[in-house]
């Protein structure tokens, strides 16, 4: 897929990735047997869906009407970063793995927007939204850490 050129598109694209995030934790949250994982996984999903409203209301300030074009959710194997295992396959340690790896991929994602908008304001919605991704990565990388600390 190319990448999108005015703000709008750009913005269209977030929001995108914000509702993929969104069916990707609660696929997660279902998949888990630690019920704390799983309500964290889903606040998780939860605060993707604030993104995606963050997202909307920048597309309002331009002029523009939200859309409600919402994708259905895909398959848990369409998920995947790499050449990585299906969640369905994975353990634990490996489904914070991916999720470590998704919200360094979503940071990337809204550090690398930020930088093509002209708007300081919208440059700085969007390097927040990056900064709650690395929070998001954080969270992740304790829960793993405690994990490798217990074996």
């Given at each position: 897929m190319s990448e999108p050129d005015c703000y709008e598109d750009i913005l269209?694209?977030?929001i995108a990735k914000e509702v993929e995030a969104f069916h990707?934790?609660?696929a997660l949250a279902d998949r888990v047997e630690d019920r704390q994982m799983s309500i964290v996984f889903e606040d998780l999903a939860k605060e993707e869906l604030g993104h995606k409203a963050k997202l909307e209301?920048?597309?309002?300030?331009?002029?523009r009407t939200v859309t409600a074009k919402q994708r259905p959710p895909r398959p848990?194997?369409?998920y995947i970063i790499s050449n990585d295992p299906s969640p369905l396959d994975m353990d634990y340690k490996d489904i914070l793995m991916l999720a470590m790896a998704k919200e360094e991929a979503a940071f990337r994602?809204?550090?690398?927007?930020?930088?093509?908008v002209s708007d300081e304001e919208s440059r700085e919605v969007l390097l927040?939204?990056?900064e709650e991704e690395v929070k998001h990565k954080l969270r992740f990388q304790a829960e793993y850490d405690t994990l490798l600390k217990k074996r």
């Open positions: 269209e694209h977030a990707f934790y609660m209301l920048e597309i309002m300030k331009t002029g848990e194997g369409s994602t809204y550090v690398n927007l930020a930088a093509r927040a939204l990056a």
